[in-house]
């Protein structure tokens, strides 16, 4: 054999060698050691997969469009979230994954400020939702509140509406509590909520020690006029979790949205020793609207003791109280609205 051939040949072995161990390097089955590795791969793929398929969704209780109880199937670990309800947004934020949100209705309240800015979608408000500013933004999950249940079917053919509310009955704080919960179980952070709700508790049951047997008027102001509150919605705390006896208005009689326009005269008829306002024009910023104290520091309300004990309280995050009830920050800042004035 001539020295060219020889050299040819132990060439073509190197090269035989090299292909070899390529092909045992990528998981090829040319020996048993190849066979052995490309079996660990498979099986840790394998793994990856069930995991994606067992997180890949949650089921969450919700209401729907006619405020009924329902199951929904949202994604697990939303990366993409659209927001029209601040309460959700408070609760998103303090659970630490409000860098998910990509777009939310416009808000004044000061410590949602963060989310208002060039990098985030506007999507209208929390009573009108912009449609086509919510689709640009393809969100994974939308978060409603209860002023745009008549849009959820319409929301719905964008994304998984996730449509959350307070409930006079259970309370705000295990309304807030609740809500925290099934919006962390989407993230697998549930071991959170306990430590965000830690010291509520204490707290209102402080108040309740305050309240006993102490009566109360509850109502808001708008256009001029002061609309009295039952227990059955906003405010609705102030009677039902803190304990003033509430005798502005009849259990059965809705109050729910807006109250029920009272004359000063019924206050003084009534004679509550407390008084609790809450600024529904400061709320929602209406142009030109009288402040509450000038309304309710008329003659009538003068000659009441609530006004002479200087017990007409009001409520100072009015913002909150009317658009924002049930995120955390906001409990916060109502109770502080309550511990300022009776505890201090």
């Not at 660990?40 to 469009?65: G, K, P």
């Not at 800015?117 to 506007?122: L, S």
């Not at 965000?196 to 309240?211: K, V």
């Not at 924002?324 to 109502?334: N, Q, S, V």
């Amino acid at each position: 054999m001539n020295m060219k051939k020889m050299l040819s040949l132990a060439l073509a072995g190197v090269m035989t060698l090299s292909l070899m161990a390529c092909s045992a390097q990528n998981g090829g089955d040319s020996s048993e050691d190849t066979s052995s590795l490309g079996g660990s791969v498979s099986s840790q793929t394998d793994n990856e997969t069930q995991n994606n398929e067992i997180s890949e969704s949650v089921t969450i209780t919700i209401l729907n469009a006619n405020k009924e109880t329902a199951e929904l199937e949202v994604p697990y670990d939303p990366q993409r979230i659209a927001i029209l309800d601040m309460a959700s947004l408070d609760i998103l934020n303090a659970l630490g994954v409000g860098d998910r949100v990509v777009g939310t209705a416009d808000t004044s309240l000061e410590y949602l400020q963060d989310y208002i800015n060039d990098d985030i979608a506007n999507l209208g408000t929390i009573k009108e939702a912009d449609l086509e500013a919510v689709m640009a933004c393809e969100p994974d999950v939308i978060f409603i509140g209860g002023r745009l249940a008549s849009s959820y079917d319409a929301l719905s053919e964008i994304a998984p509406v996730v449509y959350l509310s307070t409930d006079a009955e259970l309370g705000v704080a295990e309304s807030v509590r609740q809500n925290a919960t099934t919006i962390a179980s989407m993230f697998g952070l549930e071991d959170k909520v306990d430590e965000l709700m830690a010291d509520f508790d204490a707290r209102i049951t402080a108040l309740s020690e305050f309240a006993t047997d102490k009566t109360a008027i509850v109502g808001l102001v708008t256009s001029g006029s002061y609309n009295v509150l039952g227990n059955d919605g906003r405010c609705s705390m102030i009677g039902r979790e803190i304990g003033f006896t509430n005798i502005g208005l009849d259990a059965n009689i809705d109050t729910s949205t807006h109250g029920n326009e009272a004359s000063f005269e019924f206050i003084v008829e009534k004679a509550p020793e407390y008084i609790f306002v809450m600024d529904r024009d400061a709320a929602i910023g209406t142009d030109g609207a009288k402040l509450a104290q000038e309304i309710m520091e008329n003659e009538l309300v003068m000659e009441t003791d609530a006004y002479k004990n200087g017990n007409i309280v009001y409520l100072a995050h009015p913002t909150v109280w009317y658009t924002a009830e049930g995120g955390i920050t906001a409990l916060d800042l109502m109770l502080q609205d309550l511990e300022s004035e009776l505890l201090n």
